[in-house]
């Protein structure tokens, strides 16, 4: 579900913003900063929730990975 709010809230903003913008700019930009701000929330829990961000030490040794043709730099 919060998945599609990541989705859901930008596409918002942006017709509530326009639709406002005519009729009472003050409460339009404060529309648009709530909807902002709504959606960079929805992304951090998603990024929290999808275990994006890992600050403990790696356990093993980086793997490199060759693709391509010849020898790495």
Known sequence: M???LAVFLPLMGAF???WLSR???GASL???RLFLL???ASALVISV???AW???PPETQSMVLNTGVG???
């Open 16 to 18: 509530v913003t326009v």
């Open 71 to 73: 020898a790495t730099p």
């Open 54 to 56: 890992n600050f403990s």
């Open 23 to 25: 009729r009472n700019p």
């Open 2 to 4: 919060v998945i599609a």
């Open 49 to 51: 929730h999808l275990d």
């Open 30 to 32: 404060l529309l648009s």
């Open 38 to 40: 709504a959606g960079l």
